[in-house]
């Protein structure tokens, strides 16, 4: 085993004071640059200001409407099956329509419980639930307010705000009740 | 009778008279079939069960269900030949079937499903448009819904009100791809046995209206139990999910109902969820268990031995009986505790029994008689001063005169499950778990043993009658009663009673133990005057 000596710090490295006063330039710059060009500083204001975020972000849960407005989900469960999280809570009805007979009478979401997986996307035979609803902040004072239930789920997004980042997907060929003459 | 046959070349031996299906089932072959049931004439109209056999002319196909084995017989259920049979017999039977599966209740258990997914798996070759036969979502019964695009013309629903509840009600309309399952005219699907078409039905054709919706097969947990509406003691799956019971299904028992139950067994689940007493009572008010139990405690002691009268219960397992007659002989006078017994209700010669309650022979095993005329003079004499019940709600069939005798005996205190007006006249009412959250055993009105097992756990804190009664008496020092489980009542009740073979709880099997009785105590067979069964083989497969 060789035992090595800790170099001695030479007397300019010991100050600190050049290295400091670099780091200090740098900052010094910036804030020159920004007092001087408030347009192009890099900071946004929010919740003022809110930054558009890139059209692939998985946002939260909506669910979709068929032409009539009524819900397109059939309340066959498949996403309350395949959520790894169980934060999803379906009541099925029974609807007096008799090509769509199944329908969900409550669809809840408990946004507490919800891991952003996005199975739930995936599972879906109707295309009837996404999540593209760019809100980064799902916040609230109770717990009970946190759990999103099937009007808010339907309606409680900006059509225009979603569609400017989902241009509308082609129409998956069902089977089933939608495929009816 | 044995004989040797060969299927795939695996050298077998099987009882004689039996059919392919069965004896490849019954040695782990898988076989695809949709029309056949054991328990049902064979139609042979699916044509899924092909298999190929070797014959002096070379192989030729035939169908399972409908071909008795002999001896010698060489059989191929996967060769090129008999795979291509039975994979396309499935094309066919799913060529216009609709592919609603998310909204159908059958999914999960559906055998067109399975069968695809086991035997099929092959890609759509349709070169015209879909036909669609309609007819969704039509009432036939009380029950039950009809979706005549879902079905397959199996037929087991038709022999099923043909052969076993002889009624008549279904039959197939039209012909070729225009065929369609319908009830004739004026006559609707409600018979009382109405129920099993929707759990022989393989597809979602047939579904029951309360289960309708309610919640998707693949969540459902089951739990081997026994239907308590009748002496029948029939076999019952309890499914659950959450703690909360959805539906009972038949569970199949050759001996007793193969795979059947009556409709007033099956909607039986309604009142494990409903009308649940949780908090102990006193005349009607809720009240704290603790000080309830010392109180009763000082009234049980303070009591003079002749002075109290028991009320055991059909309706409770033999353990819960056992025990109330243990307290009553070691503590007071054995012949003050009787049973009270409902009014003989509807049976038929199928299934259903008169006696409307689980337990009765279970009252006559342990030897506790009727309330007997010697009691009710007593009784009008006000003889009593402490009434003990458990779980036998006397107010929903007593006769009013005995109601109200019943009712002026100063202390009342009852254990039962389910909530009742009359509780405002009871002194102190204890909860007690339901039939489908404890361990327990009944003896049927054949002579079977059978048990019945927890499936949910609503109320942990609530605990059998037959605990709540031994703990009263280990807090009244009574030396005997020291048991946490009615699994330790029961071993201890094999021992004690000459007429059980001195097993353990856990020895008793699924299909229950037949316990020689004399003969008052056992009903008629049932299924008298129906096809005699000969061709139950395996148990292991359950038929869907």
Redesign the interface.
Do not use: E, T
């Given at each position: 085993m060789r035992v090595v000596q800790r170099p001695k710090p030479k007397l300019m490295q010991s100050l600190y004071f050049i290295d400091i006063f670099k780091g200090l330039m740098l900052t010094l710059r910036h804030v020159i640059r920004n007092i001087l060009n408030p347009d192009q500083m890099m900071v946004v204001y929010f919740p003022e200001q809110k930054k558009e975020l890139p059209p692939p972000t998985r946002g939260r849960h909506r669910l979709m409407k068929r032409e009539d407005g009524s819900p397109r989900c059939t309340a066959c469960m498949l996403c309350a099956t395949v959520c790894p999280a169980e934060c999803i809570h379906i009541l099925a009805g029974e609807s007096t329509d008799t090509a769509i007979e199944k329908y969900p009478e409550r669809f809840d979401i408990d946004m507490l419980r919800c891991v952003y997986c996005g199975f739930c996307v995936e599972a879906c035979p109707l295309d009837a639930i996404r999540m593209d609803v760019p809100e980064v902040t799902v916040a609230n004072y109770s717990r009970e307010k946190l759990v999103y239930h099937k009007e808010f789920l339907l309606n409680h997004h900006n059509e225009d705000y979603v569609k400017n980042y989902n241009p509308p997907r082609p129409v998956i060929e069902t089977h089933g009740p939608l495929a009816r003459p | 009778m044995t004989i040797k046959i060969k299927i795939n070349d695996q050298p077998l031996e099987v009882p004689e008279g039996i059919n392919i299906l069965e004896a490849a089932l019954g040695n782990q072959i898988p076989l695809e079939h949709f029309c056949y049931h054991r328990y049902l004439p064979v139609a042979g109209n699916c044509r899924t069960c092909m298999v190929e056999l070797e014959g002096p002319r070379g192989r030729a196909l035939t169908i399972a269900c409908n071909t008795k084995v002999t001896e010698g017989m060489v059989i191929y259920t996967n060769s090129p030949g008999a795979q291509t049979a039975q994979k396309s017999a499935l094309e066919f039977l799913l060529l216009d079937h609709?592919?609603?599966?998310?909204?159908c209740d059958k999914?999960g258990e559906c055998k067109l499903q399975d069968n695809y997914m086991k035997y099929g798996l092959y890609d759509s070759e349709r070169m015209v448009p879909r036909y669609?036969k309609g007819g969704?979502?039509l009432s036939i019964g009380e029950h039950i819904i009809l979706d005549q695009e879902r079905c397959v013309l199996c037929t087991r629903c038709i022999r099923f009100v043909d052969e076993v509840t002889e009624t008549s009600e279904l039959g197939i309309i039209h012909r070729g791809h225009e065929s369609t399952l319908t009830t004739f005219p004026g006559k609707a699907l409600d018979n009382a046995y109405s129920g099993n078409t929707t759990d022989i039905c393989p597809v979602g054709a047939l579904t029951l209206k309360e289960f309708?919706?309610?919640q998707?097969v693949?969540?459902l947990k089951k739990t081997e139990s026994i239907c308590t509406k009748c002496a029948r003691g029939c076999n019952l799956w309890i499914e659950q999910n959450r703690e909360t019971v959805f539906r009972l299904m038949p569970r199949e028992n050759p001996e007793i109902n193969r795979t059947w139950i009556c409709n007033e067994g099956r909607m039986s689940f309604n009142e494990i969820n409903d009308h649940r007493i949780v908090k102990s009572q006193l005349y009607g008010q809720v009240d704290d268990l603790g000080s309830m139990v010392e109180k009763i405690q000082n009234i049980l002691e303070g009591v003079e031995k002749e002075k109290i009268l028991g009320i055991a219960s059909p309706w409770a397992t033999l353990e819960d009986n056992f025990i109330l007659r243990k307290l009553f002989k070691n503590r007071w006078n054995l012949d003050h505790l009787v049973s009270l017994l409902p009014p003989l209700g509807e049976s038929d010669s199928i299934l259903r029994l008169p006696q409307k309650y689980p337990n009765g022979v279970g009252l006559q095993v342990l030897e506790i008689p009727e309330l007997s005329k010697s009691i009710i003079e007593k009784l009008n004499d006000r003889h009593f001063e402490v009434l003990l019940v458990m779980e036998n709600e006397f107010w929903q069939f007593a006769s009013l005169e005995l109601q109200q005798s019943l009712f002026t005996i100063k202390h009342i205190i009852v254990l039962t499950t389910h909530q009742s007006d009359v509780f405002q006249k009871i002194e102190a009412v204890f909860p007690v778990r339901a039939f489908a959250e404890k361990y327990g055993t009944l003896i049927n009105a054949m002579g079977y043993l059978q048990k019945i097992n927890p499936a949910i756990n609503s109320y942990p804190e609530i605990v059998e009658s037959s605990i709540f009664i031994a703990r009263l008496a280990q807090k009244m020092k009574i030396p005997g009663f020291e048991f946490e489980t009615p699994v330790e009542v029961f071993n201890a009740l094999s021992q004690e009673q000459s007429i059980f073979p001195k097993i353990r709880f856990h020895q008793i099997p699924s299909h229950g133990l037949f316990i020689p009785l004399d003969t008052n105590g056992v009903a008629p067979a049932p299924f008298s005057g129906h096809q005699k069964v000969d061709n139950v083989f395996v148990r292991g497969h359950q038929f869907k």
């Open positions: - | 609709p592919l609603d599966c998310p909204i999914a669609f969704k979502d309708r919706f309610k998707r693949w969540f």
